[in-house]
């Protein structure tokens, strides 16, 4: 149904695509997989019409899509659903699958059909939702639905999900697969970017397989499985992805909001979306400056809207906060120091850019939070919380980030890192600690922590909250003026009352 | 070749148009009006300075025509009051100083946007100055106030000189200063620079307060020129200064800004309003252009971004 047909497109000093010819079928889900900086992301921006190729072509149902028009793109058929969601918050959910072309009578829109239909297309997909809310009020996961429907609202024939779990909680994860079934039965070609093993054996019925621009391979997913497709993505076996190592632990580096660490651990926080666990890391990190000069770093969960100056340079990037350290008299620049400081982070992090003065939002997501990472190196950091530090990386970034944090505990550092990668936590964390509704359920082990336990205590006890909606947005406008308690490090302060998923001075959320 | 069109095309077309107009526009290519379009250019380029850290920081200020207005009057009455010129410089700045801090404050601090915030203080400032002003100018008659914007040095009268120290000051500011890298990481995004530990803050109420301080000396040289203190001049200004800054390359969203593409800006919109002034264009027309060539500069740069993607 839809061929790829060598396809290249060439940055400046990058080959993203080369020659990359595969087809997908109707009636069925393509996954497509590649470590970050493969190509996938270009792939599937040509497929929008966001990108225009330098050679080859897109061919659906026999027809040669023109390129370089996203509005083309849409009435040829295709709809790409993105992580970060383009909908119209103010608007209803009903207005937005139908913008565009909104039904309407001489010029005026005819409401009552666009509810009807707007009720139609989510009856298809089996979607409880009400027309007529807005969409600013809906969770993640439902507007995500609502972008489906948007998608079948134009009679797309080909869907592409990139990344479309990476923020949804296990049950809302099943709702999507069950969605993307139906798609499947009205013989739509299903893409399916992922990084996630288990997702694409779950529901994918080929796996496609890019490496450095380049197309390694097209399989059906029952001829291979998930260490198949990894070697191919990353061209080496990797045995074991996380590769933990015992570390000996020191004293205890923190003690702040009920969560103790020790240099040279890494405690893992598991739980779901919405269990608070990055509103926990925000209270332990309440004030920024005065955290960093007690040596607490945080890697935030959003990298693009919290973590990188994507405008600027690697270098720049890098001695963002340390370079009042380095800096003469408090306040001009120490250059030598900088450029020096960046060049070994770079090279100790390997974070793979043509040069330091690149742009650091043209690098791939894993080299992005390496130079983060390379960021807190240059401070003296004694704690470093991480919040989803591998979200949206790939495999063999994603290893490297770990190796990362046991070259750091092994220097004594304590780590706190939070993910909702529940196999990640158990394989890299000494300890791991589970949160649900804003507070600590559990403990455990790196010996006593299994899967089920883990699980067990980061379900949600009845009343069940229908869809939690992390509203980190709105945590964070309030933790500007900061009124509550600094973090202390242990040995130089008193330790603070414990206090266990205490609401930010923002309020908590939705 | 590319790269050179990259990273110097506003150079290219500056100095492209110079060259044009030196042969198409009769008396463009003498010293004489050289020195003249350079001292037309004084008020915006200094403005233009403090003005760049506000669109690298991710803001603008519309209030700087108003506050060279008030700087203007408060200094007239202050020079005709005291007679003491030390005063009627440090009164104004710190006048304007202190609006700047407002609307910092205002914006920082409170999170209201820029446009609402400097559009208000425009008002009210430029209110307070036909206040005090009582509406019409204010003659200044000591006349070693008036030397102040008329002495010369090799040359150049004194505004060229101060807004050369402004390039260069402010130059240093924004490259060589923790102060103005962090304006920089904050126009790019203002969470990631202040989890960072940036104190986002007080950097942009800083950045305000300095760009209300040198609109207000900027007022000052201007009604010492004039011997006078004009409760209408600069309307409009702000948006020269910003077309200026837009021209030289300075991004609207913050980030992306170099002192130098803000000079080359300056002087483009220098150069366009003298060679039509020498052309005997009607100034309604010489508005019509310069809208026209701020669009086609956009334009351009997006173009030449395009090709990047």
């Given at each position: ?277 990055t509103e926990?890391?925000k209270e ?187 509203s980190s947005q709105s945590w964070e406008e309030g933790s ?23 609401r930010g001075p923002g309020g908590g959320g939705? | ?309």
């Amino acid at each position: 149904m839809l061929e790829f047909q060598n396809l290249s497109k060439a940055f400046p000093g990058v080959q993203a695509l080369s020659e990359v010819s595969f087809s997908a079928s109707g009636c069925s889900v393509h996954a497509l997989c590649g470590e970050n900086g493969a190509g996938k992301s270009t792939l599937l921006k040509i497929l929008s019409g966001m990108y225009k190729p330098d050679t080859g072509q897109l061919v659906l149902e026999g027809k040669p899509l023109r390129f370089g028009s996203p509005f083309h793109a849409i009435q040829a058929g295709i709809a790409v659903i993105y992580q970060e969601l383009h909908l119209v918050p103010e608007m209803t959910v009903a207005e937005n699958v139908f913008l565009g072309h909104l039904p309407s009578k001489t010029g005026w829109v005819d409401n009552r059909e666009l509810v009807a239909q707007t009720v139609g297309k989510l009856e298809e997909l089996g979607i409880a939702l009400d027309p007529n809310t807005k969409v600013g009020d809906l969770s993640l996961a439902q507007r995500q639905m609502v972008e489906i429907a948007k998608a079948l609202s134009r009679d797309a024939k080909v869907i592409a999900f990139d990344e479309p779990t990476s923020s949804l909680s296990a049950r809302e994860v099943e709702t999507l697969f069950a969605i993307i079934e139906k798609l499947k039965r009205q013989e739509k070609a299903i893409l399916y970017v992922s990084h996630r093993m288990d997702e694409i054996f779950a529901i994918c019925d080929t796996v496609t397989v890019l490496r450095d621009g380049k197309h390694i391979e097209t399989v059906p997913s029952a001829q291979t499985d998930a260490a198949g497709v990894v070697k191919s993505m990353v061209g080496r076996d990797i045995s074991d992805i996380y590769g933990w190592r015992p570390r000996s632990v020191g004293a205890i580096a923190l003690e702040s909001h009920g969560l103790t660490v020790r240099g040279g651990e890494i405690l893992g926080i598991f739980g779901l979306v919405g269990a608070g666990r990055t509103e926990l890391l925000k209270e332990i990190y309440a004030n920024p400056a005065q955290s960093i000069k007690n040596g607490i770093c945080l890697c935030p969960e959003d990298r693009k809207k919290e973590g990188i100056v994507s405008v600027r340079s690697v270098a720049e990037n890098i001695n963002l906060s340390a370079r009042r350290r380095f800096s003469k008299l408090g306040f001009w620049i120490n250059e030598p120091a900088e450029r020096e400081n960046a060049t070994q982070q770079v090279e100790a992090m390997r974070v793979k850019t043509p040069n330091l003065e690149q742009q650091i939002g043209l690098l791939s997501g894993g080299n992005q939070q390496k130079a983060i990472l390379g960021r807190w190196l240059s401070e003296d950091v004694k704690v470093l919380l991480l919040d989803e530090p591998t979200r949206g990386i790939d495999v063999g970034a994603k290893r490297e980030i770990y190796d990362i944090l046991y070259d750091l505990s092994e220097r004594g550092v304590g780590v706190v890192m939070v993910s909702s990668d529940l196999p990640e936590v158990l394989g890299v964390a000494d300890r791991v600690l589970v949160m649900r509704q804003g507070v600590i359920s559990a403990e455990f082990s790196r010996e006593e922590a299994t899967p089920e336990k883990c699980l067990a205590a980061a379900l949600p006890t009845s009343p069940n909250p229908s869809s939690p909606s992390p509203s980190s947005q709105s945590w964070e406008e309030g933790s500007e003026g900061s009124h509550s308690p600094q973090p202390h490090l242990v040995s130089p302060s008193p330790n603070p009352p414990p206090r266990i998923g205490r609401r930010g001075p923002g309020g908590g959320g939705s | 070749m590319k790269k050179l069109w990259q990273n110097n095309g506003m150079l290219l077309v500056c100095a492209l148009l110079f060259l044009v107009l030196s042969f198409t526009v009769p008396n463009f290519a003498t010293v004489e009006n050289a020195k003249g379009l350079t001292m037309s250019v004084t008020t915006v380029g200094i403005v233009a300075c403090t003005m760049l850290f506000c669109l690298a920081a991710g803001d603008f200020d519309l209030s700087v025509g108003s506050v060279v207005a008030l700087a203007g009057v408060v200094a007239a009455l202050v020079i005709n009051k005291t007679g003491n010129i030390a005063l009627a410089i440090a009164i104004p700045v710190a006048l304007g100083f202190g609006v700047g801090a407002i609307n910092g404050f205002v914006i920082a601090r409170l999170g209201i946007n820029a446009l609402i915030t400097t559009l208000a203080t425009m008002q009210i400032v430029r209110g307070f100055a036909r206040l005090l002003a009582d509406g019409s100018s204010i003659g200044i008659s000591n006349e070693a106030f008036g030397k102040l914007g008329q002495y010369k040095l090799l040359e150049f009268q004194s505004p060229v000189w101060v807004m050369v120290l402004c390039f260069v000051v402010f130059g240093l500011l924004l490259n060589k200063t923790i102060y103005g890298r962090n304006t920089l990481a904050i126009g790019g995004n203002s969470e990631a620079a202040r989890l960072s530990g940036v104190n986002v803050v007080r950097t942009k109420i800083l950045i305000f307060a300095v760009q209300g301080a040198v609109a207000a000396l900027a007022g000052v040289l201007l009604a010492s020129r004039v011997s006078s203190g004009q409760p209408n001049t600069s309307e409009g200004l702000e948006l020269q200064v910003i077309s200026g800054c837009v021209l030289g390359g300075v991004s609207l969203t913050g980030g992306v800004g170099t002192i130098s593409g803000m000079i080359v800006g300056v002087f483009i919109m220098g150069a366009v309003q003298n060679a039509m002034n020498l052309l005997n264009i009607p100034t309604f027309w010489q508005l019509v252009a310069s809208g026209a060539i701020l669009l086609a500069a956009v334009l351009l740069d997006k173009l030449k971004n395009r090709k990047n993607v």
